[in-house]
């Protein structure tokens, strides 16, 4: 009896030891449900765009922010600068923002989103010149090549302005480009159970 007593009471020791003594366990993995975090993206690109105005084809550049907070739920803001391949002077800009949606994250990531914004138009000769408020639904493709670049494979837009005065005016075209991250990329998370 008396070495089942001296048992139990060095357990018990050892046991409280263990306790008090010995530091606080970690995991030894990384989470496997962490994301890229937070990304901002800036990029620039061509256009060709169809004008129902005069029923051109219209050239030019474009310059693209993307913001996501997070991986799937963002910001786009866009400048766009249509002056090619147009006679008489017929210019078209754009300065659009509103919410883009992820489809899926990976090399290839689809995305839709829907922009508000200025639509302004130069008609030939200087004639006349007016901002009309553009909705813009769209969707597109990018391709991540590295951490830091991305290729605009297409992004895909149709433009309804609003009280244009001579008609119906609905742009629509598509874009391709590079973009460039601006942001840190985030590994591992940080914190009390990261690996060091």
Do not use: K, T
């Given at each position: 009896m008396r070495s089942c007593l001296q048992d139990l009471l060095v357990s018990i020791v050892s046991a409280l030891l263990l306790m008090f003594v010995a530091t606080p366990a970690t995991a030894q993995a990384v989470p496997t449900a962490t994301g890229p975090g937070a990304t901002i993206v800036a990029g620039v690109g061509g256009s060709?765009?169809?004008?129902?105005?005069?029923?051109?084809?219209?050239g030019g550049a474009h310059l693209f922010v993307d913001v996501q907070p997070h991986w799937r739920f963002g910001v786009e803001a866009e400048a766009r600068y249509l002056r090619l391949h147009t006679?008489?002077?017929?210019t078209e800009k754009n300065y659009l923002a509103g919410p883009r949606v992820l489809i899926r994250s990976g090399r290839y990531q689809p995305y839709a989103k829907f922009l508000i914004g200025d639509g302004h138009i130069e008609v030939p000769f200087n004639y006349?010149?007016?901002?009309?408020?553009a909705l813009v639904p769209g969707v597109g493709l990018d391709l991540t090549v590295n951490d830091y670049i991305n290729i605009r494979v297409f992004d895909v837009e149709y433009q309804l302005w609003h009280d244009f005065p001579f008609g119906n005016m609905s742009p629509y075209g598509v874009s391709a480009g590079v973009s460039v991250r601006v942001t840190r990329i985030v590994r591992f998370p940080s914190g009390s159970r990261a690996r060091s």
């Open positions: 060709l765009f169809y004008s129902p105005y005069g029923q051109r084809n219209l006679s008489e002077e017929l006349a010149h007016g901002d009309f408020l």
